[in-house]
């Protein structure tokens, strides 16, 4: 089994900080990427950052030179550090990990649960 687990959303005033953390757990082989995607009401679930397991990372060009992931893989978990938060950043918060069970023939995305991320103007 795989779990992932999410934490570090809240309300925060625009132009804050925040950090996200998401730990993966379980029979895992191997990760391939690990990311995170965020939905606001009414709008399609969006990519924000994303890093691969050769140290590749991808951003939204809404979040570039604000947001930075990063990764632990002693400890299977990735970071987003989130500055200069905007109101338009609010948003339920996903992770996303792309990896390969143990006993697995090819790699399945897993999600997380989802936290709250608020901005006030």
């Known amino acids: 089994q795989v779990q992932l687990v999410e934490s570090g959303g809240g309300l925060v005033q625009a132009g804050g900080s925040l950090r996200l953390s998401c730990a993966a757990s379980?029979?895992?082989?191997?990760?391939?990427?690990m990311g995170w995607y965020r939905q606001a009401p009414g709008k399609q679930r969006e990519l924000v950052a994303a890093?691969?397991?050769?140290?590749?990372?991808n951003y939204a060009d809404s979040v570039k030179g604000r947001f930075t992931i990063a990764r632990d893989n002693a400890k299977n978990t990735v970071y987003m550090q989130m500055n200069g938060l905007k109101p338009e950043d609010t948003a339920v918060y996903y992770c996303n990990v792309i990896l390969v069970r143990l006993g697995g023939l090819g790699a399945q995305d897993y999600w997380g649960q989802g936290t709250q991320v608020t901005v006030s103007s």
């Open positions: 379980g029979s895992i082989f191997s990760i391939n990427a």
């Open positions: 890093i691969t397991s050769g140290g590749d990372t």
